[in-house]
């Protein structure tokens, strides 16, 4: 079969196993929501200090939330072999690698888009901000799953990676953290945010570019 | 005409595991129409060999060659395919669904999906999850995998596991058909091989 047919395949399977096992979805949507709705109750009765601190909350929580979900990755493929396949295709492995992450994406980063305006509201913040808030969740969000990828790969194949993968991963969100919370906070005053959302697609169209090769090549070395 | 140009060599292999040298300037020839059994007790390095030979560790001398060129700049990985003792399917999945993801991995082959489930017996069972199947079923399915595909070469580890006395033969069948369309078969196996039409060469770890 062609390498489109290869592609797509994949990330059928990996959205039908998805909703095989809902917690995978669940989890990370619930956490990102009882985080969010956690800060209120903790800071009390100052809308202010709630609203200027809002777009760093949502976005440490994007950013946890997505750090939760990397490890079912490739856990259980690696776990059952089926990642052995994967590797043994023909295909360019690094394209299918990409197809897993679309797939991850799909069913992690996602669901986030779809509760983040609601929960925007919710910690007060302005109208003006909640699109550029989305705008960089639709482009950050995928960033996480792609750089997460290599993380995985390269800690698959110990048995009690968690904490390594954390160390080697959010180091290297901070830029999105640093550039998507910013754009949002400026939105807020009404200030142009061009250099931000600019910076945030060139972070997101080099991990595209960059990220499925050495997420391919750790997996090769994992599985050895 | 082509079945005379597919081998596959190894030459002078050694693998060295945590100091210990599993064995040393191992050399063979697998050619076409061929069955390559690789005999020796536990932890003697047969999966090490096998997981050799697809490329998941490097050997740590010599040379593996496919059709006279090295693994990685040839059509190697679009003609084999391994079954190892993880079963390489997922237990969310249907029979069908597997067999489809696998399907789409590589190149068709002789069988249809459906062809296939009936000829390893599994053909009322392809709208059933993986999770609902015994380990001699999935087993089966695992090595369905094999018939959908037009792979030339078939590695196998330890393929009769948890096969019953059907199963076996069923497998066996399967291989001398293999053999007798030009494949070529590097197995290793506790189960004592009967295959009384191929040209079954041993190899002895020790």
Same mark, same amino acid.
């Given at each position: 079969m062609s390498l489109s047919n290869a592609f797509f395949a994949i990330i059928r399977r990996d959205l039908i196993l998805a909703l095989r096992r809902r917690s995978e979805i669940a989890n990370p949507l619930l956490f990102f929501i009882l985080v969010i709705t956690l800060f209120p109750l903790g800071i009390g009765a100052q809308p202010h200090l709630l609203q200027s601190i809002a777009p760093g909350i949502i976005w440490v929580s994007a950013l946890l939330a997505a750090m939760l979900s990397l490890d079912s990755l490739f856990r259980s493929d690696f776990d059952d072999g089926s990642l052995e396949q994967i590797l043994l295709s023909s295909h360019p492995t690094s394209l299918l690698v990409l197809a897993k992450i679309i797939a991850h994406w799909l069913v992690t980063g996602v669901p986030l888009l779809f509760v983040a305006p609601l929960l925007a509201v919710f910690l007060g913040m302005p109208t003006q901000s909640i699109g550029i808030l989305l705008l960089t969740l639709l482009l950050g969000t995928p960033v996480l799953s792609l750089i997460g990828a290599i993380g995985v790969a390269l800690t698959v194949g110990l048995r009690r990676g968690g904490m390594i993968l954390s160390l080697l991963v959010l180091p290297l969100y901070v830029p999105v953290l640093i550039f998507a919370s910013n754009a949002v906070e400026i939105a807020s005053t009404g200030l142009p945010v061009h250099a931000q959302i600019n910076i945030l697609i060139s972070i997101f169209v080099m991990a595209?570019?960059?990220? +499925?090769? +050495?997420?391919?090549?750790a997996l090769k070395m994992s599985i050895n | 005409m082509r079945k005379q140009t597919f081998s596959l060599q190894g030459v002078d292999l050694s693998c060295i595991r945590d100091d210990r040298v599993l064995f040393e300037g191992l050399s063979f020839e697998l050619r076409a129409g061929q069955v390559l059994l690789l005999e020796g007790k536990n932890a003697s390095g047969k999966?090490?060999?096998?997981?050799?030979?697809?490329?998941?560790? /490097?050997?740590?001398?010599?040379?593996i060659k496919w059709c006279g060129e090295a693994i990685n700049d040839s059509d190697y990985y679009v003609d084999m395919a391994y079954v190892g003792h993880l079963d390489g399917v997922k237990k969310e999945l249907t029979v069908i669904e597997n067999l489809k993801v696998s399907l789409a991995l590589s190149q068709a082959g002789q069988y249809s999906i459906q062809q296939a489930l009936v000829k390893v017996h599994l053909d009322d069972f392809d709208d059933a999850l993986v999770q609902t199947l015994s380990a001699g079923q999935k087993r089966r399915l695992s090595l369905a995998r094999l018939l959908i595909t037009n792979k030339r070469l078939w590695i196998l580890d /330890?393929?009769?596991?948890?096969?019953?006395?059907?199963?076996?033969?069923?497998? /066996?069948t399967l291989m001398t058909e293999h053999c007798a369309s030009g494949g070529m078969i590097f197995l290793t196996s506790h189960h004592d091989l009967h295959l009384p039409d191929v040209d079954v060469h041993r190899i002895l770890l020790s």
């Amino acid at each position: 079969m062609s390498l489109s047919n290869a592609f797509f395949a994949i990330i059928r399977r990996d959205l039908i196993l998805a909703l095989r096992r809902r917690s995978e979805i669940a989890n990370p949507l619930l956490f990102f929501i009882l985080v969010i709705t956690l800060f209120p109750l903790g800071i009390g009765a100052q809308p202010h200090l709630l609203q200027s601190i809002a777009p760093g909350i949502i976005w440490v929580s994007a950013l946890l939330a997505a750090m939760l979900s990397l490890d079912s990755l490739f856990r259980s493929d690696f776990d059952d072999g089926s990642l052995e396949q994967i590797l043994l295709s023909s295909h360019p492995t690094s394209l299918l690698v990409l197809a897993k992450i679309i797939a991850h994406w799909l069913v992690t980063g996602v669901p986030l888009l779809f509760v983040a305006p609601l929960l925007a509201v919710f910690l007060g913040m302005p109208t003006q901000s909640i699109g550029i808030l989305l705008l960089t969740l639709l482009l950050g969000t995928p960033v996480l799953s792609l750089i997460g990828a290599i993380g995985v790969a390269l800690t698959v194949g110990l048995r009690r990676g968690g904490m390594i993968l954390s160390l080697l991963v959010l180091p290297l969100y901070v830029p999105v953290l640093i550039f998507a919370s910013n754009a949002v906070e400026i939105a807020s005053t009404g200030l142009p945010v061009h250099a931000q959302i600019n910076i945030l697609i060139s972070i997101f169209v080099m991990a595209l570019v960059l990220a +499925p090769w +050495p997420t391919s090549a750790a997996l090769k070395m994992s599985i050895n | 005409m082509r079945k005379q140009t597919f081998s596959l060599q190894g030459v002078d292999l050694s693998c060295i595991r945590d100091d210990r040298v599993l064995f040393e300037g191992l050399s063979f020839e697998l050619r076409a129409g061929q069955v390559l059994l690789l005999e020796g007790k536990n932890a003697s390095g047969k999966t090490s060999l096998l997981r050799i030979l697809c490329g998941f560790r /490097e050997a740590d001398a010599g040379q593996i060659k496919w059709c006279g060129e090295a693994i990685n700049d040839s059509d190697y990985y679009v003609d084999m395919a391994y079954v190892g003792h993880l079963d390489g399917v997922k237990k969310e999945l249907t029979v069908i669904e597997n067999l489809k993801v696998s399907l789409a991995l590589s190149q068709a082959g002789q069988y249809s999906i459906q062809q296939a489930l009936v000829k390893v017996h599994l053909d009322d069972f392809d709208d059933a999850l993986v999770q609902t199947l015994s380990a001699g079923q999935k087993r089966r399915l695992s090595l369905a995998r094999l018939l959908i595909t037009n792979k030339r070469l078939w590695i196998l580890d /330890e393929p009769f596991t948890s096969l019953d006395t059907a199963g076996i033969i069923l497998i /066996e069948t399967l291989m001398t058909e293999h053999c007798a369309s030009g494949g070529m078969i590097f197995l290793t196996s506790h189960h004592d091989l009967h295959l009384p039409d191929v040209d079954v060469h041993r190899i002895l770890l020790s």
